[in-house]
T-cell receptor
Framework: DAGVIQSPRHEVTEMGQEVTLRCKPISGHDYLFWYRQTMMRGLELLIYFNNNVPIDDSGMPEDRFSAKMPNASFSTLKIQPSEPRDSAVYFC????????????FGNGTRLTVT | AQSVTQLDSQVPVFEEAPVELRCNYSSSVSVYLFWYVQYPNQGLQLLLKYLSGSTLVESINGFEAEFNKSQTSFHLRKPSVHISDTAEYFC??????????????FGPGTSLSVIP
């Protein structure tokens, strides 16, 4: 079991550029979550999917953010255009069955927008 | 809407001393409660969870937490901490919706520093 895989680990980009974060969940997990972690706001739930379908995107901060899950083994979080205040660590997590099964987190993508 | 409060952002404690990390939640419906731990440059890992049954739950490394419905609390305790317990600890809640309990919300976290 390779765990949840996120790429890239670090991303540095300039304001206005498009950023795409990627996530491969654990095989067989039906749930996928995207979280953002900052010192000021802690760990915020952005969006989550069940069986590839977005269930709740109320945490997505603005229209600049979008997330997709085209199949059970891949999800993307896109920011277009990026802004300095988007700088954070973005985590992807998957779960077999919430809440009885735990969330398995990836190691995160540290995004810096200059 | 649910929310999770962790009153202490930082808790320094000497090695082998006891520690309590506080967590309170607000919810008008039934909830499931969790503690996750995050080590530097890593994602979060489940430490323990309360789903139902006994209100006292334990982890394999000596932590325990007690669900108190009347006080809407789920405080984490350990009688004797070790250097390796130094990490960020997050309390989380999953609130019942019409069909499921699948939205997991995290508290702001408590940074536990164990002093040799």
């Amino acid at each position: 079991d390779a765990g949840v895989i996120q790429s890239p680990r670090h991303e540095v980009t300039e304001m206005g550029q498009e950023v795409t974060l990627r996530c491969k969940p654990i095989s067989g997990h039906d749930y996928l979550f995207w979280y953002r972690q900052t010192m000021m706001r802690g760990l915020e739930l952005l969006i989550y999917f069940n069986n590839n379908v977005p269930i709740d995107d109320s945490g997505m901060p603005e229209d600049r953010f979008s997330a997709k899950m085209p199949n059970a083994s891949f999800s993307t979080l896109k920011i277009q255009p990026s802004e300095p205040r988007d700088s954070a660590v973005y985590f992807c997590a998957s779960s077999l069955r919430v809440p009885v099964s735990p969330l398995h987190f990836g190691n995160g993508t540290r995004l810096t927008v200059t | 809407a649910q929310s999770v409060t962790q009153l202490d952002s930082q808790v320094p404690v000497f090695e082998e001393a006891p520690v309590e990390l506080r967590c309170n939640y607000s919810s008008s419906v039934s909830v499931y409660l969790f503690w996750y731990v995050q080590y530097p440059n890593q994602g979060l890992q489940l430490l323990l969870k309360y789903l139902s049954g006994s209100t006292l739950v334990e982890s394999i490394n000596g932590f325990e937490a007690e669900f108190n419905k009347s006080q809407t609390s789920f405080h984490l305790r350990k009688p004797s901490v070790h250097i390796s317990d130094t990490a960020e600890y997050f309390c989380a809640v999953s609130e019942g919706s019409k069909t499921s309990y699948d939205k997991v919300i995290f508290g702001p976290g408590t940074s536990l520093s164990v002093i040799p």
